[in-house]
T-cell receptor, first 116, second 113 residues
Framework: EAQVTQNPRYLITVTGKKLTVTCSQN?????MSWYRQDPGLGLRQIYY???????DKGDVPEGYKVSRKEKRNFPLILESPSPNQTSLYFC???????????????FGPGTRLTVL | AQSVTQLGSHVSVSEGALVLLRCNYS??????LFWYVQYPNQGLQLLLK??????LVKGINGFEAEFKKSETSFHLTKPSAHMSDAAEYFC???????????FGQGTELSVKP
């Protein structure tokens, strides 16, 4: 089954304690991205990756890091989480950027992060 | 800045009534347009997409949307609401091929029995 998986689904942590949210897709997609969802703001892109070892900032990258060492994985790293990073996070993947007409962006189930 | 606007953060309809969720984009060049649905505690699922073919696009679960260039709109409709349609709906656009997906603020749909 084609899917994007994220772990953990729920996480409560404290300010300053480094954490990683994993994301994995089994569709051999080139393009992956991270979003955060906040009430009234919709989804905002944090980082994206067009392929292995190619990453770039989205709209709200401050406080986040990513890596893309393998095609299937795209972890989101919070080196020193703060309460304003409390949010619902989604990982997504898409085949590539050259065929928007047929590409569908697939979303993971979400990770609800609370930073105390 | 290029954006997409959803009018109404909350819409409430009765079961069996027409569903109309509004979406407007901000470009003179028609973008690629999408509607996603998010059921409680789940990720986003694609309902339908417009990619410059037919202006009336049919999606899953009986939803459809019509692209109107003159109004820069892509409103989502369903003739008869079901209780299972209660969810949050997001309009999203890509303004150039290969560009990023930009989301609207979301509209929460409630369906009353």
């Amino acid at each position: 089954e084609a899917q994007v998986t994220q772990n953990p689904r729920y996480l409560i942590t404290v300010t300053g304690k480094k954490l990683t949210v994993t994301c994995s897709q089994n569709m051999n997609h080139e393009y992956m991205s991270w979003y955060r969802q906040d009430p009234g703001l919709g989804l905002r892109q944090i980082y994206y990756s067009m392929n292995v070892e190619v990453t770039d900032k989205g709209d709200v990258p401050e406080g986040y890091k990513v890596s893309r060492k393998e095609k299937r994985n795209f972890p989101l790293i919070l080196e020193s989480p703060s309460p304003n990073q409390t949010s619902l996070y989604f990982c997504a993947s898409r085949k590539g950027l050259g065929s928007v007409n047929t590409d569908t962006q697939y979303f993971g189930p979400g990770t609800r992060l609370t930073v105390l | 800045a290029q954006s997409v606007t959803q009018l109404g953060s909350h819409v409430s309809v009765s079961e069996g009534a027409l569903v109309l969720l509004r979406c407007n984009y901000s470009s003179s060049v028609p973008p690629y347009l999408f509607w996603y649905v998010q059921y409680p505690n789940q990720g986003l699922q694609l309902l339908l997409k417009y990619t410059s073919a037919a202006t009336l696009v049919k999606g899953i679960n009986g939803f459809e949307a019509e692209f109107k260039k003159s109004e820069t709109s892509f409103h989502l409709t369903k003739p008869s609401a079901h209780m299972s349609d209660a969810a949050e709906y997001f309009c999203a656009v890509i303004y150039n091929q290969g560009g990023k997906l930009i989301f609207g603020q979301g509209t929460e749909l409630s369906v009353k029995p």
